[in-house]
């Protein structure tokens, strides 16, 4: 079974800082997948990345995937208060069951 | 709201009891997940339908866990004889049609379970 490992488990910076949050495997990744996640509610897709090598952006927030496909980080540029949640990473497995790491929690205070 | 949507969003029961939870997914949707979310952990993958079949389960759905999906729309999940172990935020998730490679996967707001 493949496990995600993400780094660091929590997180807590000021606004307007710049932060990147990491997703190792010891396996290959068919497709990675981001979720943010806030209290009391269920996970949101933020992106899918699928090609090794591959960097996505979305407004601040971006993602790279590894040449080899067994990493990912998420970078985020100017933190605000507003990205403050749960940030997980998880992995495809053709077609049926998503495996979650078990996230980093990102606290942005003013 | 065409999202996932799942009810109810809060239960506390006693232990012994039975308790059932229900995900309307996104219309059209032909994969249903369900997941368990305890604290600090991320979800972990309980059973999944493709319409009204139930394709897998994972090792973490005990025989006091049922789950249906009748008519391929929407889905329950029961618990019964809850222990306190089962505290958990129950978690339901929908996939488009054709994405199976990436298997994106649409999430409800989950139903928080409290046993006492």
């Known amino acids: 079974t493949q496990l995600l490992e993400q780094s660091p488990q929590f997180l807590s910076i000021q606004e307007g800082e710049n932060l990147t949050v990491y997703c190792n495997s010891s396996s290959v990744f068919s497709s990675l997948q981001w979720y943010r996640q806030e209290p009391g509610e269920g996970p949101v897709l933020l992106v899918t990345?699928?090609?090794?090598?591959e960097v996505k952006k979305l407004k601040r927030l971006t993602f790279q995937f590894g040449d080899a496909r067994k990493d990912s980080s998420l970078h985020i540029t100017a933190a605000q208060t507003g990205d403050t949640g749960l940030y997980l990473c998880a992995s495809n497995q053709a077609g049926t069951a998503l495996i979650f790491g078990k996230g980093t929690t990102l606290s942005v205070s003013s | 709201d065409t999202g996932v949507s799942q009810d109810p969003r809060h239960k506390i029961t006693k232990r012994g009891q039975n308790v059932t939870f229900r995900c309307d997914p996104i219309s059209e949707h032909n994969r249903l997940y369900w997941y368990r979310q305890t604290l600090g952990q991320g979800p972990e993958f309980l059973t999944y339908?493709?319409?009204?079949?139930?394709?897998?389960k994972s090792r973490l759905l005990s025989d006091r866990f049922s789950a249906e999906r009748p008519k391929g729309s929407f889905s329950t999940l029961e618990i019964q004889r809850t222990e306190q172990g089962d505290s958990a935020m129950y978690l339901c998730?929908?996939?488009?049609?054709?994405?199976?490679?990436?298997?994106?996967?649409?999430f409800g707001p989950g139903t928080r379970l409290t046993v006492l």
């Open positions: 339908f493709q319409n009204e079949a139930q394709l897998e």
């Open positions: 990345v699928v090609t090794g090598g």
């Open positions: 998730a929908s996939s488009v049609p054709g994405t199976e490679i990436y298997n994106e996967q649409f």
